[in-house]
């Protein structure tokens, strides 16, 4: 069973950075496509960056420019550096994977194209 666990979330004040991982177990990242989605209060899930299993990399709009999506398969991890963090970044924070088939273009940032979630971590940004 695979499962995937986030870490590195906090409170941090506007303008600062922050990393997040998220370890899996229970199978490889080198054949998962994965992504980190955010969810703030009140808003529907989001999806903001993907690394495909071929290793091609998209971010959303909101944080291009600002967040870097990486994966080290000798680790088994998915990292998401954040840096010039905005009050409005403020959500939890989900790692997902779509275990041994690779995510289709159009639907990177589908929530249906992903079996498997973390349970979370909170990012805080104060302004």
């Known amino acids: 069973q695979v499962q995937l666990e986030e870490s590195g979330g906090g409170s941090v004040q506007a303008g600062g950075s922050l990393t997040l991982s998220c370890a899996a177990s229970?199978?490889?990242?080198?054949?998962?496509?994965m992504a980190w989605f955010r969810q703030a209060p009140e808003k529907e899930r989001e999806g903001i960056a993907t690394?495909?299993?071929?290793?091609?990399?998209i971010y959303n709009a909101p944080v291009k420019g600002r967040f870097t999506i990486s994966r080290d398969n000798a680790k088994n991890t998915v990292y998401l550096r954040m840096k010039s963090l905005k009050p409005e970044d403020t959500a939890m924070y989900y790692c997902?994977?779509?275990?041994?088939?690779?995510?289709?273009?159009?639907?990177?940032?589908?929530?249906?194209?992903?079996?498997?979630w973390g349970q979370g971590t909170q990012v805080t940004v104060s302004s």
């Open positions: 997902a994977a779509s275990v041994r088939v690779d995510c289709r273009s159009g639907y990177l940032f589908s929530r249906s194209e992903f079996g498997t």
């Open positions: 229970g199978y490889t990242t080198s054949q998962m496509c």
């Open positions: 690394i495909t299993m071929r290793g091609s990399i």
